[in-house]
């Protein structure tokens, strides 16, 4: 379990500034991972709100906000988000994960480690939140 001093990340963020692009959808519509997180800004906002939403193009990262979210379990105190994504996508746990420049600060792989990460390159925030809550 997390150490209650630091900060896990969600890697189903909103694009706003501040927030850490980790990831970009390809055309086959899965996740292709950056080496290395970016911070985006007003001007790579601006840009990325031309068509279609950013979220659709991009996965993002920002600080878990934990009772502060629709999808956090105060009981279990975990985010009840991916237990659903995992029951939905169903994929199987990889016996090598693939690299992800937020692993070490994510909060799903922090509550079902490398299960969590088997459903990760198949979610698109604005679809993963019509599936989620149908």
Do not use: H
């Not at 379990?73 to 090598?96: A, F, P, R, S, Y």
């Not at 480690?113 to 198949?122: D, K, T």
């Amino acid at each position: 379990m997390e150490n209650s001093k630091s900060s896990k990340l969600c890697p189903s963020y909103a694009a706003k500034p501040g927030s850490q692009l980790f990831g970009i959808v390809n055309r086959n519509g899965f996740i292709d991972y950056l080496e290395n997180t970016l911070e985006v800004n007003e001007p790579f906002m601006e840009e990325a709100s031309k068509g279609r939403n950013p979220e659709e193009r991009f996965r993002f990262a920002g600080n878990c906000a934990k009772s502060g979210c629709s999808q956090w379990n105060d009981g279990k105190e975990q985010c009840g988000l991916i237990d659903k994504i995992i029951k939905i996508v169903d994929n199987t746990e990889k016996t090598e994960l693939q690299p992800c420049p937020i692993r070490s600060q994510c909060r799903w792989y922090d509550q079902r480690q490398g299960l969590a990460c088997a459903q990760c390159n198949e979610i698109i925030r604005n679809i993963e939140m019509k599936i989620v809550n149908v």
